[in-house]
């Protein structure tokens, strides 16, 4: 029953895309606009900024080498061009389905890893303000902007991820962790980390693409069928990402 659910919601978030993207064309750009606001520019600068910096932004990784954990980690923080990637491509995500776990419980604590902006949180916090939101990312551009964009939001805490160790320290009832696991070199001791840092009956939603090279790392590629089993046989999956599939897949685990 629960997996239906889950994926009629999903359902639901994709007619929430597309009707979303239809309406955006008769307004002002909502994300453009809070990116103005951030940057101290009008949104059609915004705009144009973000289509400069898509090019230039995929030349910048092959400038230099990016083998080691500084070097990959570094590709971030030399651009700030995921702020405008990540507002805008997040505009019209609904993310019913994360928030079913939400709603199923009145207050808990959530967390969003390899957050960026914080897009998940931004959709949430309103809907549920009993809960407590916590975002971690490396300390670069888009975490900056995630302080900012929850400067006057209370229950959002920060931390940063570092090349070790793993930065979560309390427990939590739900954990996101979304385009982000391909984008690692050690995506099984990522995963592992998660699930010593979830509550018993907590969820945890992630996906993993298989497309190794330039950002998606190859020795995070190694390890993706490792990662798919363990979760699978470590956690109770209501959706499972398939090992043999190239795609991100969608994974549901509850802890049990």
């Not at 390899?114 to 490396?138: A, E, R």
């Not at 995070?220 to 470590?234: D, I, N, W």
């Amino acid at each position: 029953m629960l997996k239906l659910t889950i994926f009629c919601l999903r359902f639901l978030n994709i007619l929430y895309y597309h009707f979303s993207t239809l309406l955006e064309k008769r307004k002002t750009c909502v994300w453009a606009s809070e990116l103005s606001r951030y940057f101290k520019v009008t949104p059609d600068k915004i705009i144009n900024q973000y289509q400069q910096k898509r090019p230039q932004t995929a030349l910048l990784w092959s400038k230099k080498k990016r083998k080691t954990k500084e070097q990959i980690h570094s590709f971030y923080q030399e651009t700030d061009y995921f702020i405008y990637r990540q507002t805008y491509f997040h505009r019209h995500k609904s993310y019913l389905d994360i928030a079913l776990a939400l709603l199923l419980k009145p207050a808990g604590k959530f967390c969003e890893y390899g957050g960026g902006v914080g897009p998940i949180t931004n959709k949430l916090i309103n809907f549920f303000p009993n809960w407590q939101y916590h975002i971690t990312d490396l300390d670069c551009p888009v975490l900056s902007f995630a302080k900012w964009r929850f400067k006057n939001k209370r229950n959002v805490s920060f931390s940063t991820v570092t090349s070790k160790p793993l930065p979560l320290k309390d427990k939590f009832d739900v954990i996101v962790c979304h385009q982000v696991l391909e984008h690692v070199t050690n995506p099984l001791d990522v995963v592992k980390h998660f699930v010593d840092h979830l509550n018993s009956n907590g969820w945890l939603y992630l996906d993993f693409i298989y497309e190794p090279g330039e950002e998606n790392i190859e020795a995070g590629a190694k390890q993706r069928k490792q990662v798919l089993k363990f979760l699978r046989t470590t956690l109770k999956p209501i959706c499972k990402i398939n090992p043999n599939s190239p795609k991100e897949g969608y994974g549901l685990y509850i802890k049990k």
